[in-house]
């Protein structure tokens, strides 16, 4: 099992979610985060003063997926997110040791 947590643009998040529903990925957890990479934030203009904004908005994805759906779903998160401009995100792939259905008590991949 992999826990993947991605990083997209917050508009994304609809096409994303779809696209993933589609391939069968049922559970997902959305987090809105703010962070900056490459692309460095941005300037903008209030009131006539310019100000940086260094935090970008982002939508943070995690999901809890068995090893042979990962391929899958790392095409399709990276498909449905990409535009093609700075600041598309991250996806990382971690390693998942248990998970539990509090509910029934399922484990491992059955819980997911």
């Keep these: 099992m992999k826990l993947v947590a991605a990083i997209i643009k917050p508009f994304k998040l609809d096409e994303v979610k779809d696209a993933l529903h589609e391939i069968g990925i049922e559970g997902i957890t959305v987090s809105e985060v703010k962070g900056f990479g490459r692309q460095k934030g941005h300037t903008e ?21 068995a090893d042979e759906l990962l391929p899958k779903m790392l095409e399709t998160i990276q498909n449905a997110a990409k535009t093609g401009r700075i ?26």
């Design 45 to 65: 203009l209030y009131r006539g003063a310019e100000y940086v904004v260094d935090f970008i908005p982002k939508v943070k994805l995690e999901i809890a997926v």
């Design 87 to 112: 600041g598309d995100g991250k996806i990382f792939v971690l390693p998942l040791e248990e998970a539990i259905r509090i509910r029934t008590g399922e484990t491992g991949g059955e819980a997911i």
